[in-house]
């Protein structure tokens, strides 16, 4: 069942909507951003999460920080699992002491062996943590929310070996072809399932529908 990452997260109602709906994860951004939380509203979201029968994992999404501010603002805020979306080495993350996911941003033409030695380098420094990779689209001057997709079939080969969440473009519309040509851990979603900058509860739902529908489609497929 390929999980589920709603990312951008400002609020309680949305948080709540995107469970409802069906969402494994709830990305909440510490790093520069328009969809940036301060700890406070990630308190008051992470509590109204942590109080819903459905096991939702929360994700803080953290670009550059030093690693010690990074765990210390998972720690306080109750963090299931820490998102590095910037340019942190291995050496970096393995000073991270919560559940990881590492963003890795795939340039245009870029040969899946190279991907996967990169990933392997990464499972080799983090073998006593958990972590995922995240895929998303590499574009200049941003480390994510870019709504660009990248070349899915680069990804193809890498998710065979790897926990790998596609992330960058995804939507209600396009998300089921991710999932067929990729077949991820997880997709990733945040400018996708907004209306004018703010989440859109009617998208999100849509978004978790296409995905259900394709993974039916791909078990129906395997028998």
Known sequence: MTQVKICGIRDKAHA???IEAGSNFIGLVFAPSPRQVTPAQADEIVSAV???RQATAVVGVFVNMPAAEVNRTANSCNLDWVQLS????WEYCRQITTPLIKAIRIKP??????????LSAGVRALSNQRCAYLLDSQVKGKYGGTGMTFDWSLARQVAEQF??????GLT???VAQAIEMVTPWGVDVSSGVETGGIKDMAKIRAFIEAV??????KGQAAT
């Open 86 to 89: 910037g340019d942190e080495s």
């Open 163 to 168: 926990s790998v969440i596609i992330a960058g």
């Open 16 to 18: 709540l909507a995107a």
């Open 109 to 118: 033409g870029q040969h899946p062996k190279e991907i996967c030695e990169d």
């Open 212 to 217: 259900r529908r394709a993974n039916g489609n």
């Open 50 to 52: 942590k109080k819903c």
């Open 172 to 174: 209600p519309e396009n």
